[in-house]
């Protein structure tokens, strides 16, 4: 089949075509990204393509089995890592409510975005020894023992590189106006 030949045919059975793909996929949008994918087989395949055949019976076999294809692979997807919103998670508790939207206000949330840029900026400021461990207590939430013992320090040795840093922070933030 030549391309002015293509082109012709689906002049003539394109809409044909279209509609089938809407009807099996039930969706618009689903049915012309269907369409489009069942015409592109097509056009690769249109040298093979005979035109006493009935072209537009392959087309629509083309279109059922383009859809169960993708219809197995979303299957097994699902099976692999099933879908469930994020919506559904936030009620069922699975997803904490984040801090930065505790404010509805849209400027709150701004503000407090940048205030705790500021605050981990100072924090990445500090020197290693006293950044390690308010790493370690905030972020990783570790206990003073836990990270006197993971970096093999006593634990009066952890709580003045803890005392330190936060006076350190307290310096640095109130330098700068921190109001937080």
């Given at each position: 089949?030549?391309?002015?030949?293509?082109?012709?045919?689906?002049?003539?059975?394109?809409?044909?075509?279209?509609c089938?793909c809407?009807?099996?996929?039930?969706?618009?949008?689903?049915?012309?990204?269907?369409?489009q994918?069942?015409?592109?087989?097509?056009?690769?395949?249109r040298?093979?393509?005979?035109?006493?055949?009935?072209?537009?019976?392959y087309?629509?076999?083309?279109a059922?089995?383009?859809w169960?294809?993708?219809?197995r692979?979303?299957?097994?997807?699902r099976?692999?890592a099933?879908?469930?919103?994020?919506?559904?998670?936030?009620e069922?508790?699975?997803?904490?409510?984040p801090v930065?939207?505790?404010?509805h206000?849209?400027e709150?949330?701004?503000?407090r975005?940048e205030?705790?840029?500021?605050?981990?900026?100072a924090?990445?400021?500090?020197?290693?020894?006293?950044?390690?461990v308010?790493?370690l207590?905030?972020?990783?939430?570790?206990?003073?023992?836990?990270?006197?013992?993971?970096?093999?320090?006593s634990?009066?040795?952890?709580?003045?590189?803890?005392?330190?840093?936060?006076k350190?922070?307290?310096?640095?933030?109130?330098?700068?106006?921190?109001?937080?």
């Amino acid at each position: 089949m030549t391309e002015h030949e293509f082109n012709q045919w689906i002049i003539g059975c394109g809409k044909d075509i279209l509609c089938f793909c809407r009807m099996t996929t039930g969706d618009k949008t689903e049915g012309d990204e269907l369409y489009q994918d069942t015409m592109l087989k097509l056009w690769e395949k249109r040298e093979k393509l005979n035109t006493e055949q009935n072209i537009k019976s392959y087309a629509l076999s083309v279109a059922i089995n383009t859809w169960k294809n993708r219809r197995r692979k979303f299957a097994w997807r699902r099976r692999l890592a099933p879908f469930i919103s994020f919506e559904e998670r936030m009620e069922h508790g699975e997803i904490p409510e984040p801090v930065e939207n505790s404010g509805h206000n849209p400027e709150t949330q701004v503000l407090r975005g940048e205030m705790i840029q500021i605050v981990r900026k100072a924090v990445c400021e500090l020197p290693g020894k006293y950044r390690t461990v308010i790493h370690l207590y905030y972020s990783a939430d570790m206990k003073i023992h836990e990270i006197a013992e993971c970096l093999s320090l006593s634990e009066s040795t952890v709580k003045s590189r803890m005392r330190k840093a936060k006076k350190l922070l307290k310096n640095k933030l109130e330098a700068m106006e921190y109001d937080g």
